[in-house]
């Protein structure tokens, strides 16, 4: 009896260790293969969905597919999008892909009008001399093939590209297609961010600022803007990219301590090329910045004489000294981000003029949110 009772006792251990391994084995079995939807087999692959960073459980037969989905990596089998230039999108991705001009047009368009809602007191994101163009993998590597393209924006889904024409700029952003409606408005957000750089950095603070503290602040507006929307998934996306070497992160510490304002002032004017883990506090860092004062422009572009308060909002001049751009809007002159009153007919409308361009200016009603594009009367 003495030795019958021991034996008893060693068992219940490996009884329930095999109990654990069988319920286990039911539920691998009960599973299906993520990709193809049918039973594993001997054998189970477990990958991850770049979209998701979900594992996921594939069969062996899907393993060996020789196509996979180029956003979130996952092997495709059946219901799948094919792409002129090689590349794959699975049911999912496919659904919300971007893939024609003017649909990408309006979607920037729309994305432009939330981030002028988000950082009409620091930022003011061109409209007019923008152009938007959707192009393949192919068209995307060749923008970075060629000589002096060093300060192309080299995100891997899109690219911007800015030029002086005469006395004003001109961008062309281009966006690679495919990309799912939430990657795109995040990618659209970062190239937007270039043309605001290009178009209000000195020559000198472009020469000085570390390239990876650049598409770091593209980031950091692009994950600003997601996070105004509640789209996590997107954030955590931003902050898996590692092609900014840490810059992102450090930025959103400083704009969460310091303020967004410090962070484009320290764009703007910085002494340092990148923010340092060990001291974020140099972000207030910052030389000089030019003085608010009014001064003479240097040649009018165009000129009118104020009058009586008309009965609208309407664009009597602007001048062009430099950099330096002013716009006589009924009888109050504005420089670019700045809110002041003017008079309309016999009462007073608070305004922020966001943009100034050669011949029209865009223009907020302070309260309302209503953006207005006051051009030259005929």
């Not at 189970?44 to 770049?50: E, F």
């Not at 590597?141 to 889904?157: I, Q, S, T, Y």
């Not at 810059?247 to 320290?266: H, M, N, P, R, T």
């Not at 664009?315 to 809110?339: C, M, P, Y």
Request: aromatic share 8%; net charge neutral; proline share 4%.
């Amino acid at each position: 009896m003495p030795f019958k009772a021991k034996t008893t006792g060693c068992l219940w251990p490996w009884l329930a260790l095999a109990a654990l391994l069988w319920a286990e084995g039911f539920t691998i079995a009960q599973d299906r293969c993520a990709v193809c939807g049918g039973p594993f087999g001997l054998t189970i692959y477990t990958i991850v969905d770049k979209s998701t960073m979900e594992k996921k459980h594939i069969c062996h037969d899907c393993f060996l597919l020789p196509r996979v989905c180029f956003f979130c990596g996952m092997p495709v089998k059946d219901d799948y999008t094919s792409l002129p230039d090689g590349r794959f999108l699975c049911a999912r991705d496919a659904k919300t892909a971007v893939l024609e001009e003017n649909q990408a047009n309006e979607i920037c368009r729309q994305t432009r009008e939330s981030l002028d809602r988000l950082f009409c007191r620091f930022l003011a994101f061109p409209s007019t001399n923008l152009s938007v163009a959707v192009i393949d993998r192919v068209q995307l590597e060749e923008l970075f093939k060629f000589a002096g393209r060093d300060r192309v924006c080299p995100n891997v889904w899109g690219c911007a590209e800015s030029q002086v024409r005469g006395n004003h700029f001109e961008h062309s952003v281009s966006l690679l297609s495919g990309l799912p409606l939430a990657v795109f408005r995040a990618t659209c957000a970062h190239e937007l961010t270039h043309t605001w750089i290009n178009e209000n950095l000195s020559p000198q603070r472009k020469r000085t600022l570390g390239r990876d503290a650049e598409e770091g602040f593209c980031e950091l507006v692009s994950f600003l803007l997601m996070s105004s929307e509640s789209d996590e998934s997107q954030q955590q996306q931003i902050l898996r990219n590692a092609y900014t070497r840490g810059q992102i992160q450090l930025l959103i510490d400083a704009e969460k301590q310091y303020g967004f304002s410090d962070v484009v002032d320290w764009m703007k004017y910085g002494l340092d090329d990148r923010l340092r883990s060990e001291d974020l506090s140099r972000i207030r860092r910052v030389e000089a910045a030019p003085s608010k004062e009014r001064v003479a422009p240097a040649f009018p572009v165009y000129a009118a004489q104020a009058t009586a308060a008309p009965d609208t909002l309407q664009l009597k001049g602007i001048s062009w000294a430099r950099n330096h751009r002013l716009a006589l809007i009924n009888d109050r002159t504005f420089e670019v981000q700045e809110k002041g009153t003017v008079h309309v007919g016999h009462t007073n409308v608070v305004i922020r003029c966001l943009a100034i361009e050669e011949d029209s200016v865009r223009i907020q009603i302070v309260g309302s949110g209503q953006q207005q594009e006051l051009r030259f009367k005929e």
